[in-house]
């Protein structure tokens, strides 16, 4: 197991996800900080452009999470319900976002 697989990943729909990484470290992110931050090629080109991920008009709020799902070995998914669904959150990117907060 490498220092960037989680050894827990626990998930709660309402505020966020907390993983505790192999190497013993543990790290919390909050659903908006994954939510602005999403990976995927659209949210990408949003914030090259200036525009908002989340709020966005007419999206629900709270933000809440509908489904995570594993994708194999690589990282986590996630099904938002504001509709969005297509982000791929990989472990080394979790893991790099994670190294500047306290474990």
């Known amino acids: 197991m490498s220092d960037l697989e989680p050894r827990s990943v626990d998930v709660d729909r309402e505020q966020g996800v907390t993983i505790t990484w192999s190497e013993g470290g543990v790290a919390t992110f909050d659903l908006v900080e ?38 194999g070995a690589y990282g986590m998914a996630f099904q938002w319900n504001d509709g969005h669904h297509t982000g791929i959150y990989t472990w080394e990117t979790l893991h790099r976002w994670s190294e500047g907060q306290k474990s």
Do not use: H
């Open 34 to 71: 994954l939510r602005v931050n999403c990976p995927c090629a659209e949210c990408r080109e949003r914030r090259a452009a200036g525009e908002a991920i989340w709020p966005r008009p007419g999206v629900p709020e709270p933000l809440a999470l509908l489904d995570a799902n594993l994708v």
